[in-house]
């Protein structure tokens, strides 16, 4: 484009925005609109005339404000690529056009603005002063899962004496809730379970049903907290009426040697606890591995400041977003209500977002410094793992991952590994302990 490169000036807004003027000559102009017309021309029905054959002004009268769009369109699609190709810009985004119009006899000009990827040189990354956790398992670690496993095997029995309702009873219950005197749909059920004690209900309702037997009925005003999500009745004081109707608690198994019968694959007690401290290790060390990543990318991003494209920062936001929004579907909560809340995250998310685009970029390019890569061998033995984690066959994920173009995600997400490896092992690393868990251990 050595014709068309003078034409353009570039103009820097920040490191990562730059706005490209153009000043195209009425001649240049002229002669893409009269190739336009030609075109128009040839398909154009005006009648009394025949496809082909109709005068010039006939069809400015007819088709102006067609042929000057997609003149227009022409000259900045093409005068706007082949600058980004000589000026070697690397656009990330669709450009922001301004434009006036093509004006009889005069210059054609229009403007570009878009984001470019920065230019990022990492700095200070070699010899990174680090702390990382030991990992440390307690018996009291083990307990508490042990808890929670039994937690799981509980059963619920009926109340057999007598009695009112107290806390950590589970209740049974039909109540519907009357504002100003009338009914609301939204505030009635019945054979609601309750475990009271949860404090999942409103403050106060809980509180009041307790000492009720089963039988027994009550009205029970409670006032909605002031931020209470559904607006009408936010503030408001509302009146149920409570039915008991059944009271039940839960019965937790022993942790016996009869209880490791629930499990196929475990001959005593002790194979189960020692599975389970096993498992508790590896969520440690995860736990552990992450925040050290985490460690590592504050770091950098201390050591590197520069700007990021704020199309970039969008993206991972919904990113954010999106994966908020299917752990809320995967709870069982409403995909309309899911969408609704993660998108009142967008404006909390961003500067998290920031700091992982900024980080994203700043692994990218220590990888090309220090020569890491990425070989298809090590690519597919991660679809694999995949494929076993999920029990599915690796060609068919295998298939899904390069229809839905997710295999440089992979590629990419093996490179950061690297990369943090290669950070871990350049870095100062003290490894400290945690200390309340090794209190616990001493028995102290």
Known sequence: MSDNSSAVKIEDISTVKKKLSFDIPWAEVKNELDSVYRKVGKKAK????????????????????????ETVSNLVNRYYWE???????????????????????KNFAFSAT???????????????????EEPVVTEEDLEARVQEIRQ??????????????????????????????????????????LEIGSKTFIPGFEEQITGMRKGDTKSVAVRFPEDYHAAHLAGKEVEFAVSIKGIRVKKLPEIDEEFVKNFERYQSLEALKEDLRKDLEEAERHKISTAFEKQISDRLLEKNAFE?????????????????????????MDPKKAAELSFRMHDRFR????????????LKEIAGKEGLTVGDDEVDRQ?????????????????????DDLVDNIRSEILNRKTYEFLEAKAKVTVVKNEKKNMLEEGK
């Open 152 to 193: 799981m095997f509980a059963t619920m029995e009926e109340v057999g004496e007598d009695r009112g309702v107290i806390e950590g009873d589970f209740v049974t219950l039909d109540f519907a809730g009357t504002l100003n005197g009338e009914p609301l749909k939204e505030l009635k059920a019945d054979n609601h379970l």
């Open 383 to 403: 679809i694999r793992e995949i494929a076993a984690q999920r029990s599915q066959d690796y060609e068919a994920l295998k298939k899904s991952l390069e229809k």
């Open 83 to 105: 600058a980004l190709q000589e000026k070697a810009i690397p656009a990330v985004m669709q450009p922001e056009i301004e434009q006036k119009g093509i004006e009889t006899e």
């Open 46 to 69: 005006v009648k009394g005339f025949r496809p082909g054959r109709i005068p010039r002004e006939i069809l400015e009268a007819h088709y102006r404000e067609e042929a000057e769009e």
């Open 308 to 332: 990021v494209p704020e199309s970039f920062v969008e993206r991972q936001i919904y990113y954010m977003m999106s994966d908020m929004q299917r752990q809320m579907v995967s709870r069982g």
């Open 114 to 132: 878009v984001e470019v990827e920065p230019t990022v040189e990492p700095r200070d990354y070699i010899g990174l002063e680090l702390e990382k």
């Open 351 to 362: 500067e998290d977002a920031v700091k992982i685009v900024k980080t994203m970029l700043l």
